[in-house]
T-cell receptor, first 113, second 112 residues
Framework: DAGVIQSPRHEVTEMGQEVTLRCKPI?????LFWYRQTMMRGLELLIY????????DSGMPEDRFSAKMPNASFSTLKIQPSEPRDSAVYFC???????????FGPGTRLTVL | AQSVAQPEDQVNVAEGNPLTVKCTYS??????LFWYVQYPNRGLQFLLK??????LVKGSYGFEAEFNKSQTSFHLKKPSALVSDSALYFC??????????FGPGTRLSVLP
């Protein structure tokens, strides 16, 4: 298996633009997580899905952020409009519930100018 | 609700010496405990986990961790540190394998 796949790996955009981050979890996994990592705030859980259903989105910072999982093999995290403070590395992770470890993707480094 | 504390932001150890990275947790119910490592510009990599059974868990790259229920701790250890072990280490806890919470991370520096 190729592991968790994220695209793009790097994204540079201007303030106010829409940004879409993509994630393909490991085949057969039934839970998917989106995290954000910054130097100031560390690793933050934004949202997670079980069987494609959002379970907890309390970590989504504000309405500008939205996430979808239309099927078991694809998820998106969208920021509209983007702001400089959204600059961070965004990770996607998947796992097979219950009791197993998460597998992380390589991350998307987002820079909002 | 679960929580994880990693009391040390930074741990420095000389190459060849034993290392310990500390983790304490709080969870309702049976804890599932994990350690991850992150190298620069990489995603987190799984090292080891405790679900049930023997309190001493062995994982990748010679790391091990000891589950201590009375002290609610899950410290990461290695008998002999390598310079290549220098990285950011995260402890994580979940209740019954769901609702994962990660600690703030501990930066390990192994000095040659």
């Amino acid at each position: 298996d190729a592991g968790v796949i994220q695209s793009p790996r790097h994204e540079v955009t201007e303030m106010g633009q829409e940004v879409t981050l993509r994630c393909k979890p490991i085949s057969g996994h039934n839970s998917l997580f989106w995290y954000r990592q910054t130097m100031m705030r560390g690793l933050e859980l934004l949202i997670y899905f079980n069987n494609n259903v959002p379970i907890d989105d309390s970590g989504m910072p504000e309405d500008r952020f939205s996430a979808k999982m239309p099927n078991a093999s694809f998820s998106t995290l969208k920021i509209q409009p983007s702001e400089p403070r959204d600059s961070a590395v965004y990770f996607c992770a998947s796992l097979l519930l219950p009791g197993n470890e998460q597998f992380f993707g390589p991350g998307t480094r987002l820079t909002v100018l | 609700a679960q929580s994880v504390a990693q009391p040390e932001d930074q741990v420095n150890v000389a190459e060849g010496n034993p290392l310990t990275v500390k983790c304490t947790y709080s969870v309702s119910g049976n804890p599932y405990l994990f350690w991850y490592v992150q190298y620069p510009n990489r995603g987190l990599q799984f090292l080891l986990k405790y679900i049930t059974g023997d309190n001493l868990v062995k994982g990748s790259y010679g790391f091990e961790a000891e589950f201590n229920k009375s002290q609610t701790s899950f410290h990461l250890k290695k008998p002999s540190a390598l310079v290549s072990d220098s990285a950011l280490y995260f402890c994580a806890v979940s209740a019954y394998g769901q609702n994962f919470v990660f600690g703030p991370g501990t930066r390990l520096s192994v000095l040659p």
